[in-house]
């Protein structure tokens, strides 16, 4: 990345930016230093096309600021600059410091920004939750996909109010049934819903890839500092050509999210995008001052490491304040516990210090977990510095990375150049001590199987097993959902190994019951309807949604993950039990085979695993008898059984036994 910058791309200030009401009046400020002038626009309602038009006043650091008399709480505003080296006035732009939106729903998503009265909101004493690292069983989840399936029983699906309503089959309540103690939300922060209209040319190019126009999962954030605003709208679908967030209401509903979840003692991470801007938005900051917020190529063009169009570029001052500053709101005004960073690799590493050590001021339990790729690849530096990341080694490893051609070790396979030593690493937190390791402390390897991303756990099971094809019509959705017996035995076993490893847990929604996703054949324009998805991000339907009744059909695996999540809670050998305090079981003819014995103060378990599809493991004990927590069919806290001098592990199980 490049750091030396023309002159105005130094600039910086530690100036309070955006609308804020000071000594009974309303002030505005702008960071563009390259902007020959600009004036705010104030409007009556965010329909209004002309607004009053106000001057502003620039310091000698870019800092454009004009203040009105009065609390202007609700006031609906907008920028327009001109550019020194241009002579047309850009389009309205929102405030990247704005704190609620309301967006007009159309790919080029015009905005206004809404004044917002700060801290004045009832939290019944509600404080972070903070927990141990080591502790965290993180849920994935998107708030919409919670309660959208009208299986979920909500009287307001798809909605924060949705998520968080008592008594219903779907949302908080089941969230609460399984036993995680954290949430991480898909993107969250206002923004941009809509792609370009689908075989229509628009920005260089022809939409040929979604035939939804949708960012349903929401990586294409348009305002940092705002709540999304469809999840306050109580509609069935999204509606093109209309005003969402008008009300501002989506304010005080993320916050009572926020309290419901920390009234039921799980903490909420935000999954965060600070990498790249919302792509086909105008009035954003391409049109505020692109030179300075964006990253450009030897010929002029926006660099997309990303994958996006548009990177930010965070070591500009400015940019790492506002990333910065948007971290510490959502901290303080909203009760955030953490947060997860999308493609951290192409934040600087500058930001990347200051962003945890500001952010632990504030609460030195805050959780900062990232994805450790976008333009590079390097858990070991963000571990160095003190950040959590994603182990795709242990996804990989233990999964596999691609279901055609390359299963993984619950498969009987070896992917990639992993083997017996790799798996032993994984169970010890992935830490850079074994060959290939990653981590510095066990607490930052981020141990899943299954994310957003890619095939779910289950699906890819189901091509694995050759059950069902990529290219394969389904065509009875609950028959495909419904697991097998060699199915149901796979997924257990990849819960037990993830369930029972050193380091930070995370699973994906639906993960618990091998949520499948079919794509729905809503879309006929979608020439793969019907196929299993891997790459669900634009689909705002049934592909996406949660369909509680396949909990049910899959009652047996959720039940199961319900019984380890269990064990994992109540045990902290699963959690705590330091390196040496793990010894290994020696087999020598079962590559496939694991087991360990572990101590940890008066705790004393030995784990066991036979990935090997075909053949027995017989494991000798050590003296003593051995309660059976967790067998190849159920898991829990309670004695299910004993053992004495051995066990005979069958092929693709495995069994958890506590020192009687």
């Known amino acids: 990345m490049n750091n030396l910058y023309p002159d105005s791309l130094q600039s910086s200030s530690d100036k309070k930016l955006g609308s804020f009401v000071e000594n009974g009046n309303t002030c505005f400020r702008l960071f563009a230093p390259n902007a020959a002038s600009v004036s705010l626009f104030i409007f009556d309602s965010p329909e209004d096309d002309n607004g009053i038009e106000y001057i502003m006043l620039s310091d000698e650091n870019g800092v454009w600021e004009t203040i009105l008399d009065g609390e202007k709480y609700g006031l609906y505003y907008g920028f327009k600059i001109k550019q020194k080296k241009h002579k047309t006035i850009e389009p309205l732009c929102i405030d990247p410091y704005a704190k609620a939106v309301a967006e007009f729903n159309t790919y080029s998503n015009p905005a206004r920004s809404i004044v917002i009265k700060e801290g004045n909101y009832d939290w019944e004493n509600d404080e972070w939750v903070q927990r141990d690292w080591r502790d965290l069983i993180i849920y994935e989840m998107h708030i919409r996909d919670m309660t959208a399936h009208m299986s979920s029983g909500s009287d307001f699906p798809g909605t924060y109010q949705g998520l968080i309503q008592k008594g219903k089959k779907g949302g908080i309540d089941y969230i609460k049934s399984l036993g995680v103690n954290t949430v991480e939300l898909l993107p969250a922060q206002e923004f941009s819903n809509i792609e370009i209209p689908y075989g229509e040319f628009a920005h260089s190019s022809i939409n040929t890839w979604n035939p939804y126009e949708r960012n349903h999962w929401g990586y294409m954030t348009s305002a940092y500092f705002a709540p999304e605003s469809y999840y306050s ?31 039921e003692g799980i903490a909420v991470i935000m999954d965060v995008v600070y990498n790249h801007n919302s792509q086909y938005q ?60 999308d493609l951290a690799k192409l934040i600087d590493w500058e930001t990347v210090e200051e962003i945890i050590r500001e952010a632990k001021k504030i609460n030195p339990f805050v959780i900062i977990v990232c994805e450790p790729w976008g333009g590079g690849y390097d858990p070991e530096g963000f571990s160095l510095r003190g950040w959590g990341s994603w182990n795709d080694q242990i996804r990989n490893g233990v999964k596999g990375e691609n279901p055609v051609h390359g299963p993984g070790w619950i498969f009987g396979h070896w992917y990639g ?34 994310s957003h991303d890619g095939y779910t756990f289950g699906d890819f099971i189901r091509i694995a097993t050759k059950d069902v094809r990529p290219d394969d019509i389904i065509k009875d959705i609950d028959s495909n959902a419904l697991l097998s017996p060699a199915q149901l035995k796979l997924n257990m076993l990849g819960a037990l190994f993830l369930l029972t490893s050193q380091g930070i847990i995370m699973i994906h929604s639906g993960q ?50 319900r019984g380890l999540i269990l064990l994992r809670n109540k045990f902290r050998a699963f959690r705590r039990t330091a390196y040496e305090d793990i010894s290994f079981f020696k087999i020598y003819d079962n590559d496939f085979s694991l087991g360990y014995h572990m101590k940890f103060e008066d705790e004393e378990f030995i784990v066991l695993f036979n990935a090997a599809p075909k053949v027995d493991e017989e494991f000798k004990l050590p003296e003593g008898n051995w309660e059976i927590l967790v067998d190849s069919e159920k898991a829990g806290i309670e004695k299910i059984g004993e053992a004495t001098g051995k066990i005979v592990v069958r092929p693709v199980s495995g069994y958890v036994l506590r020192k009687g």
């Open 233 to 263: 709208e109580n509609t069935k679908e999204l509606e093109w050509n209309k005003w969402y967030g008008v009300s501002g209401k989506q304010v005080n509903d993320f916050k009572d999210m926020i309290k419901a979840f920390h009234k």
């Open 282 to 341: 105008t009035g954003s900051l391409k049109e505020i001052d692109k030179k300075y917020y964006f990253r450009f190529d030897d010929k002029g063009n926006f660099k997309s490491n990303s994958g996006t169009g548009n990177d930010l570029k965070t070591e500009a001052p400015m940019v790492r304040k506002m990333i910065i500053d948007s971290i510490l709101y959502w901290m303080k005004e909203y009760h955030v516990d953490g947060f997860r960073f």
């Open 512 to 561: 618990e019951f091998a949520r499948s996703k079919v794509i729905a054949k809503s879309d006929s324009r979608d020439k793969n309807a019907g196929k299993l998805d891997h790459n669900s991000y634009d689909k705002d339907n049934e592909t996406n949604y949660i369909n509680y009744n396949h909990s049910d059909f899959n009652k047996e695996l959720a039940d199961y993950y």
């Open 417 to 450: 150049d992993n083997n017996p030593d790799r798996i032993k690493s994984y169970v010890n937190g992935t830490l850079a001590r074994d060959r290939k390791g990653l981590f510095q402390k066990k607490q930052h390897s981020v141990n899943y199987l299954e």
